[in-house]
C-alpha cells in the first residue's frame, strides 16, 4: 500500500495502540531474550464486522491539497530558469515512482503461482494500476508544461 498509503512505523504503532483500545484487534506479546519481544496483531470478530463496513461505505469526498501545484500557481514570480528547474525536479520523482510500479509489477508478473487468491491480488494490483496511470499521465503533463516554458508558448488548451 506505500503507493498509495505511506505511513511510517510509529504512526503504524500508535494506530494498532488505538485500534487494541477500542477491541478492533488483539495484541500477542512473544518474548525473546536476546531481541526486542515481538507483537503479533490480529483482528477481532468486532474489528472484522467495523472494517467491512468501512470498506461497503462510500467515502466523502475529501480536499485535496498540493503544495507542488501552488508554486506552479505563482510560477509566473519565478525566472523560468527556476521554474525549469522545479518541473523537471518533479518530472524525475514521477520518473523514479513509475520505475518502482513498473518494478513492483514485474514482481507479482515474475511469481504469479505464489498468489493464492487472484481476485484479491486484482483488486490490490488495481491500486498500483492507477498509480502507475496517473503518474504517467502527470509526467506527460510535466514534459509538456517544460516544453512550452522552455519554448515561451503560454497557452492553454483544455478540452477537445
Do not use: C
Not at 496511470?133 to 508558448?153: H, P, T
Request: proline share 3%; hydrophobic share 35%.
Amino acid at each position: 500500500m506505500q503507493h498509495f498509503w505511506p505511513a511510517n512505523q510509529s504512526q503504524i504503532y500508535r494506530t494498532l495502540a488505538e485500534l487494541e483500545e477500542g477491541g478492533l484487534v488483539e495484541k500477542e506479546v512473544i518474548e525473546r531474550e536476546e531481541r526486542l519481544d515481538m507483537k503479533i496483531y490480529n483482528i477481532t470478530e468486532t474489528g472484522h464486522g467495523e472494517l467491512h463496513q468501512w470498506l461497503a461505505t462510500p467515502l466523502p469526498e475529501h480536499d485535496t491539497r498540493e503544495p507542488f501545484l501552488i508554486q506552479i500557481y505563482f510560477g509566473g514570480k519565478l525566472s523560468d530558469k527556476e521554474i525549469l528547474n522545479l518541473l523537471n525536479r518533479k518530472l524525475k520523482e514521477i520518473e523514479e515512482r513509475i520505475a518502482v510500479y513498473e518494478a513492483v509489477y514485474q514482481m507479482t508478473q515474475a511469481t504469479p503461482s505464489k498468489v493464492a487468491d487472484k481476485r484479491t491480488n486484482f483488486f490490490g494490483m488495481l491500486t498500483l494500476e492507477l498509480g502507475y496511470i496517473n503518474s504517467k499521465s502527470d509526467a506527460a503533463w510535466l514534459r509538456s508544461a517544460i516544453e512550452r516554458v522552455e519554448k515561451k508558448n503560454y497557452n492553454i488548451k483544455i478540452g477537445s
